[in-house]
């Protein structure tokens, strides 16, 4: 048997080549966090954005947690980012524009894998981030920022895929042979008088100069050590997309090629300095404003905001693969440029994920019949101007009666300085709820999803259909509370703490006021937040059917926050049989009798619903006794504080 001694050594040599993706903008923590800098800063120039609101878009910390490898004990790759091992294939992180695409991929599937991941973006951002798939919005962020960002490197936008790379392997195995004067590249014992020859055409080398750090090369243009290492060594599944660069290291050193190669050492130090800080420091911010090749899908109610907003995304992503073709050797010679650029492009593409429209919805009955009038309005909070401002109502259990899409207003100011708004017909069901879906669209000059959309919920008021009274019940016991009439009379509200009050803390050596059991606005406490860290909760306002807090964490000013929680309070006076709803946001409401242990879940809303509101509450009668003044009920709300609307009964 003919035994092929080339191959055999060149497999030898190799045998430690660890299975780890291409590093465009090298991601390897901590020695070259380029791809790390890139998306914290981009979140920065986000959160300054007029448009963003913090339940709009994913925290930076779960960004940052799909970012990023570390090398494991092997010398592979772990972590979650798109370059670890198995996370990505090779042709993820490429896109050449100088192949002709017959069907996607061909040319790299960098823009496809943008695309895919910034659908995900959008979709999880319009629902809360209540996705149950290991796909979600952290994830979302920070892969279709990765693989955009690869296409701005000057050596991703090069090669072939590997069943082309097989192709040119075959045509040109046979018959074409050079001398062996640089055999020894190849790593392997002379075996042979002659060596194959193997050309690639400047369509998948790209421009000469990134030839960097490989002197040897020259004008060299046989790429058969470089073709060869690819298809003996590496698994098709994972490895497929040839780059030529990636494998001209010199072989001598353990066998990793690839550590030695041009595209690694220009990645790992673009500008030929050790520490990448000061290459980022020299970057900055990025380029200022938007990317103008970023162009915005048309706004329609006809398909899925994800699925044409993630097609420009695509579109955008060949715009600048072919940006950085155009100009290989200017950003090879110029890193920080291409890194300013980049930053720019991924500003544009997270910038296009959210939108500056703000829905709201409002409801009331429509005069004496059992239909809602039900309004919604906009308002602009991006830094641009919308224009065609429509809207297009839905509902669940209940019916629109009119025309479902209305436009909403010509246009509508930048800066929440204006409103516009539409009115619909609703007809719900007696004692049902009904949930309303309120979508708006309009277009922006500026990157914009140009849709957001609100829903709300609602239990129509009890309405006693129109009839014949009927006699009244004769009593069946003299001393029934009931037969004598009256009503339910609300008493004064009383704010308590849910729960004993927050005990008092020495911090730093200012001792905080110690908490009565009664609150009072201004109270603050603290409480060790795990780690060492310490946070300052402050009640800011408190007053009926409404909470404000405020959070400092110590040595983290970018964790403060305000949440605000509310309720709508119940009338001050009830009748028997009379259907109560409350509604919440963020806070929770239980309806009780006798004793307020002995209560009953009436409402609970949580996360980021605009409103919840659930089956309505049926108020009871007095209970049959020789004092009716003496029957209770009520009903407790609240978050942190504890508000009781205690009731009593009053006859007539």
């Given at each position: 048997m003919r035994i092929n001694w080339q191959r055999l050594v060149v497999v030898t040599l190799l045998a430690l080549l660890p299975a780890a993706v291409a590093f465009p903008w090298a991601s390897v923590y901590p020695a070259e966090p380029t791809h790390q800098y890139i998306i914290d800063t981009v979140w920065n120039r986000l959160q300054a954005?007029?448009?963003?609101?913090?339940?709009?878009?994913?925290?930076?910390?779960?960004?940052?947690?799909?970012?990023g490898v570390e090398f494991g004990l092997q010398g592979e790759l772990t972590g979650k980012g798109a370059d670890a091992h198995g996370m990505s294939t090779y042709s993820e992180h490429y896109y050449n524009p100088e192949i002709k695409e017959?069907?996607?991929?061909?040319?790299?599937?960098?823009?496809?894998?943008?695309?895919r991941y910034y659908s995900v973006l959008i979709r999880d951002n319009l629902l809360n981030f209540n996705s149950k798939s290991a796909e979600a919005g952290p994830k979302g962020a920070a892969y279709s920022a990765h693989f955009l960002a690869d296409v701005c490197v000057p050596y991703h936008v090069n090669g072939t895929t590997r069943a082309n790379a097989e192709k040119i392997w075959k045509d040109q195995h046979a018959g074409n042979y050079i001398t062996p004067d640089v055999i020894n590249r190849v790593g392997v014992t002379a075996m042979h008088p002659l060596v194959p020859l193997i050309t690639l055409p400047e369509t998948i080398t790209g421009s000469q100069v990134l030839s960097y750090l490989t002197p040897i090369k020259g004008e060299d243009r046989n790429f058969y050590p470089e073709l060869s290492r690819f298809l003996v060594l590496t698994e098709p599944k994972e490895f497929d997309w040839f780059d030529p660069w990636y494998y001209n290291g010199d072989t001598n050193i353990g066998g990793l090629y690839y550590v030695q190669s041009s595209h690694i050492f220009w990645e790992g130090r673009p500008t030929g300095e050790l520490s990448a800080s000061a290459f980022h420091q020299r970057t900055g911010q990025g380029l200022p404003g938007y990317d103008t090749d970023w162009k915005n899908a048309t706004p329609t109610f006809e398909k899925s905001p994800w699925g044409s907003q993630s097609e420009q995304a695509r579109q955008f992503a060949i715009a600048k693969a072919t940006e950085t073709r155009n100009r290989q050797s200017e950003f090879f010679q110029d890193p920080t440029l291409a890194?300013?650029?980049t930053i720019r492009a991924v500003y544009t593409l997270w910038r296009g994920s959210i939108s500056g429209l703000r829905p709201v919805i409002e409801f009331q009955p429509d005069g004496a019949t059992t239909a809602y009038r039900v309004t919604g309005k906009v308002s602009n909070e991006a830094s641009a101007a919308a224009t065609g401002v429509r809207g297009q109502l839905s509902a669940t259990d209940c019916t629109v009666t009119d025309a479902k899409e209305k436009l909403m207003g010509a246009s509508l100011a930048a800066g929440k300085k204006q409103e516009v708004s539409a009115v619909w017909r609703v007809q719900p069901?007696?004692?049902?709820?009904?949930?309303?879906?309120?979508?708006?669209?309009?277009?922006?000059?500026?990157?914009?999803?140009q849709y957001a959309l609100v829903e709300r919920t609602f239990v129509p008021e009890h309405v006693e259909p129109v009839s014949k009274p009927k006699p009244p019940e004769q009593p069946t016991s003299p001393s029934s509370a009931t037969s004598a009439g009256g009503h339910w009379q609300r008493g004064a509200v009383i704010a308590k703490w849910a729960n004993s009050p927050p005990t008092s803390h020495e911090d730093g050596g200012k001792r905080l006021r110690q908490l009565g059991s009664m609150p009072h606005a201004g109270d603050s406490w603290v409480w060790e937040g795990g780690g060492g860290t310490w946070i300052t909760h402050t009640l800011e306002t408190i007053s009926g059917g409404h909470e404000v807090h405020s959070t400092a964490v110590a040595g983290h000013p970018d964790m403060n926050g305000r949440s605000e929680v509310s309720w709508t309070e119940p009338p001050v006076e009830l009748s028997p049989g009379q259907m109560v709803v409350i509604k919440t946001q963020g806070a929770s409401c239980y309806a009780y009798t006798r004793e307020e242990n002995n209560n009953e879940h009436l409402v609970y809303a949580t996360g980021n619903q605009q409103n919840g509101t659930y089956a309505p509450y049926k108020v009871p009668a007095p209970a049959v006794s020789s004092d009716a003044s003496k029957a209770v009920f009520g009903f407790f709300c609240g978050a942190t504080l504890r508000y009781t609307y205690a009731y009593h009964w009053v006859g007539r």
């Open positions: 954005d007029p448009a963003f609101a913090a339940n709009q878009f994913p925290n930076i910390y779960a960004i940052k947690d799909h970012e017959v069907k996607k991929g061909d040319a790299g599937r960098a823009p496809t894998s943008v695309e890194l300013g650029r069901k007696a004692d049902t709820t009904c949930k309303l879906r309120l979508e708006v669209v309009g277009a922006y000059s500026i990157p914009d999803l």
